[in-house]
Every structure is written in C-alpha cells, then in structure tokens.
C-alpha cells in the first residue's frame, strides 16, 4: 500500500517538474501576442502579416505533428521535452534580435518545431505513469501549467516585467534564456528517473499484447518481430482510419482556432475598443485564468461520471455563447468581461479532452498516445493557424474585428455536432 501511494506520488511529482516545460513555452509563445499592437509598429507590419507571425507556430504543426509523435512515442518523452524546451528557447533569443517580418517569422516557425515535442511528450509522459480511466487530472495539471505562462506573459509580463527589462526585445531574450536552462534540468531530472526507459518497457508491455491478440484477420502478430518501418505503417493505418479518433480531430481543429484565434488578438480587438494596453492584457489574463478553470473542472466531472462526449458538446455550447457574447459587446464592461469568462471556461475544457481521450480509445493505448496526440494537431493546428489569419485578414478587409470573432463563434456549434456523433459512436 505505501509503495503505490509512493509511486502515485513520485509520478504526480514527476508531471509536476514536467509541466515546467508547458509553462515557459506559453510564456515564449504568447509573448508576440502580448507585444503584438508594439511589434506591429516598430516592424511596420501589415495586418495580415501581424495575424502569420502571430499563427505561425500552429502552421508549424501541419507538416511535423504526425512525425513529430512518432518520434516521441520512439525516443520517449524525457529526451523529447528536453529537446523541444531548448530548441524553443534558442528561437526565442533568435526573436528578440528580429529585424523585420522574415526574420520574426523564422524563429517563430522554430518556436513551433519545438513546441511539438512538448504538446505530444507531455500526453505520452502521463499516459506512462497513469492508467488510461485516470488521465484527466495530470492531463490538467500540465495544462493548468500552460495556463499559467499565458497569463503571466499578458498579467504581468507586459505590463511589469517587459517595462522593467526595457522592452519586448530584452523580454524575448531572457525568457529564452530561462526556458534553454530549464530544458538541460529537466534532462537531468528524466536521466536520474529513467523516464524513457519506464517508457519503453511499458510501450514493449503493450506490443506483446498486442501481438497475442487476433487481428482482422483472424491471425495472431507475428511474434513481434515487424521490421521498425512494417511497424511505423501499421501504426499510422490505425490512426489514420480510427473512426473515433477522427471526430476527436475535428474538435481539436475547433478547439485550436478559437484557442489560437482569441488569445493571438484579443488584447489589440480589445485595444481597438479604446482599452488601455495594461487593461487589455489584464483582460486577457482573465480569460487564460477561465481557461485554467474549465481545464480543472471538465475532465474531473467527465471522468467521475463516464461522460467524455457529453462533456465535448458542453463545452462548444459554452464556448459559443462566450465569444458571441464578445463579438457583440461594445466597450470594457460587465458584459464583456462575463463574456471573456464563459468563453474561457468553454474553450479551457476541451483542451484536456482532447487529450485524455486517445489513450482510452481501441487499439490506441498508452503506446501510440504520442503519434494519436500528433495526428489530432496535424490536422487541428490548421485552425490554429486559420484563427489568427482569418481575424487579421477580415479586419484589413472590413475594418472589424467582428467577422472574425463570429467565425471562431461558430466552431463552438462545430464540436457540439462531432460530441454527438462521438457519443453514438461510443454506445
């Protein structure tokens, strides 16, 4: 007994230090958002420029999220966060010497190839230490994490620590420093604990199973012995074709265009509105802080009560409302900031939905947890990248920002459908 509740202690603990890695990378990502309105200016960007730096690290995902959870659930996620917190923080510093838009577009691509490690080493490392039923609360610890690098960039960030630093460009460079130091601890925390190695016993645990198991065809594996590239195709065919898995992509795409699309603008749509700059980022911090709540609410009450799809369309429906509500509302007021809660609320719950779910779907388990995780943002993160684009591109098209509020306001309709096809498929 004291031995399993040491070992559930050491794996919350572990989840913990991981979630360090979520934390600095929202920091760095949210860091142009926050700044955006100044780098706008001082780069002399357009709007539809200002919306492809600001969605670049979405863009990344497209091309390298399938690969990218290959890779994690093959290396592990210690080697693979490690390397992913640096590579960010590197491009980082790379940010905070940016010359105009080509140069702040490359490194922000860069932020995005290492982002990917963490967004799928994350998933793979809770779904190691804890069983499939039981993935929604350190789901929401990493998230809750990440959470909190988005707020504090915009809280205190911009406001405080920027100012203080001198700037946005002395912002960049030592938050790039911090996240490139924490990336070689967290090596040396997973070396000491044999992460990847625990990994690879349990994905080997898995394998065997499987392979004694009957497939389609009625036959048993072939004992184990596919060649690594047999392997790698058999394991993108089931993902691929999951039909259940597919209805998850289509919320994560939702899910990333509103994601991507608020926190990436609203603190200018709010500054366009006459709000200072210190108020819009607070207001967006607000929202990030709702986010965080949905994040620890949802999946705690999803999985105490087996409803997972149920919760999905709770979710779209709130999240619906919220950003309706923020479309519509005028100045800073009761309306507004009620607004910006229920959208955070609805939009934070599916993040660890989106999550949780893969590991306890058929033939996906803890084993392919990385490359299901990739696939859902391979396909999802073109709505992360879409998000930021398209309210750029209709403001300069309309001079609003409304257009493209509504049309992030509509994907919340979009998940309640695939909830619901989600739960039939699940009866």
């Given at each position: 007994?004291?031995?399993?509740?040491?070992?559930?202690?050491?794996a919350y603990?572990?989840?913990?230090?991981?979630?360090l890695s979520?934390?600095?990378?929202?920091?760095v990502?949210f860091?142009?958002p926050?700044?955006?309105?100044?780098?706008i200016?001082?780069?002399?960007?357009?709007g539809?420029?200002?919306?492809v730096?600001?969605g670049?690290?979405?863009?990344?995902?497209?091309p390298?999220?399938l690969?990218s959870?290959?890779?994690?659930?093959r290396?592990?996620?210690?080697?693979s966060?490690?390397v992913?917190?640096?590579?960010?923080g590197?491009?980082?510093v790379?940010?905070?010497?940016?010359?105009g838009?080509?140069?702040?577009?490359?490194?922000?691509?860069?932020i995005?190839?290492?982002?990917t490690?963490?967004t799928?080493g994350?998933?793979k490392?809770v779904?190691v230490?804890?069983?499939?039923?039981?993935t929604?609360?350190?789901s929401?610890i990493?998230?809750v994490?990440a959470s909190a690098?988005?707020?504090?960039v915009?809280?205190?960030?911009?406001?405080?620590?920027?100012?203080?630093?001198?700037?946005?460009r002395?912002l960049?460079?030592?938050s790039?420093?911090?996240?490139?130091?924490y990336?070689?601890a967290w090596?040396?925390v997973?070396?000491?604990?044999?992460?990847?190695?625990?990994a690879?016993?349990?994905?080997?645990?898995?394998r065997?199973?499987?392979?004694?198991?009957?497939?389609?065809?009625?036959?048993?594996?072939?004992?184990g012995?596919?060649?690594e590239?047999?392997?790698i195709?058999r394991?993108?065919?089931?993902?691929?074709?999951h039909?259940?898995?597919q209805l998850?992509?289509v919320?994560?795409t939702?899910y990333l265009?509103?994601?991507?699309?608020?926190?990436?603008w609203?603190?200018t749509?709010?500054?366009s509105r006459?709000?200072s700059a210190?108020?819009?980022?607070q207001?967006?911090?607000?929202?990030?802080?709702a986010?965080?709540?949905?994040?620890?609410?949802v999946?705690a009450?999803?999985d105490r009560?087996?409803?997972?799809?149920?919760?999905?369309m709770l979710?779209g429906?709130?999240f619906?409302?919220?950003?309706?509500?923020?479309t519509l509302a005028?100045?800073?007021?009761?309306?507004?900031?009620?607004?910006?809660v229920?959208?955070g609320?609805?939009v934070?719950g599916?993040?660890p939905?989106?999550?949780?779910?893969?590991?306890?779907?058929?033939?996906?388990?803890?084993?392919?947890?990385?490359?299901?995780?990739?696939f859902?943002?391979?396909?999802?993160?073109?709505?992360?990248?879409?998000?930021?684009?398209?309210v750029?591109?209709?403001?300069?098209?309309?001079g609003?920002?409304?257009p493209?509020?509504?049309?992030?306001?509509?994907?919340?309709l979009?998940?309640?459908?695939?909830?619901?096809?989600l739960?039939?498929?699940?009866?």
């Amino acid at each position: 007994m004291r031995g399993r509740v040491a070992e559930r202690r050491t794996a919350y603990g572990l989840v913990t230090v991981a979630t360090l890695s979520y934390t600095c990378l929202m920091f760095v990502w949210f860091s142009l958002p926050a700044y955006l309105s100044t780098i706008i200016a001082e780069l002399e960007l357009s709007g539809t420029q200002a919306g492809v730096v600001a969605g670049a690290v979405p863009l990344t995902y497209i091309p390298l999220a399938l690969f990218s959870g290959l890779a994690v659930d093959r290396i592990g996620p210690g080697r693979s966060l490690a390397v992913g917190v640096v590579c960010y923080g590197l491009a980082q510093v790379g940010r905070s010497v940016a010359t105009g838009f080509p140069s702040l577009l490359a490194f922000t691509l860069l932020i995005g190839v290492g982002a990917t490690a963490v967004t799928f080493g994350l998933p793979k490392l809770v779904s190691v230490l804890f069983p499939a039923d039981r993935t929604g609360l350190p789901s929401s610890i990493y998230l809750v994490g990440a959470s909190a690098g988005t707020a504090a960039v915009f809280a205190i960030g911009r406001p405080t620590i920027g100012p203080w630093l001198g700037g946005w460009r002395p912002l960049f460079l030592w938050s790039g420093v911090v996240a490139i130091g924490y990336g070689f601890a967290w090596y040396l925390v997973a070396r000491r604990l044999r992460v990847d190695e625990r990994a690879a016993e349990n994905d080997e645990n898995e394998r065997a199973g499987a392979d004694e198991r009957p497939n389609k065809n009625g036959t048993a594996g072939e004992n184990g012995v596919d060649s690594e590239l047999e392997s790698i195709r058999r394991d993108l065919r089931l993902i691929l074709t999951h039909r259940e898995l597919q209805l998850v992509v289509v919320v994560g795409t939702m899910y990333l265009l509103a994601s991507h699309g608020i926190q990436g603008w609203l603190p200018t749509v709010l500054e366009s509105r006459g709000v200072s700059a210190d108020r819009a980022g607070q207001t967006t911090g607000l929202f990030v802080a709702a986010y965080a709540v949905g994040i620890f609410a949802v999946p705690a009450l999803a999985d105490r009560y087996g409803a997972r799809p149920a919760a999905l369309m709770l979710c779209g429906g709130v999240f619906f409302v919220g950003v309706a509500g923020m479309t519509l509302a005028g100045s800073l007021g009761v309306v507004l900031l009620g607004s910006v809660v229920v959208a955070g609320i609805g939009v934070g719950g599916l993040s660890p939905l989106i999550r949780a779910i893969p590991p306890a779907l058929e033939g996906i388990g803890s084993r392919l947890t990385g490359t299901a995780v990739g696939f859902i943002f391979a396909v999802g993160e073109i709505g992360g990248f879409l998000g930021p684009v398209l309210v750029g591109s209709l403001h300069d098209a309309t001079g609003s920002y409304a257009p493209g509020l509504a049309l992030i306001a509509l994907a919340g309709l979009v998940v309640v459908l695939a909830g619901g096809a989600l739960r039939r498929a699940a009866m």
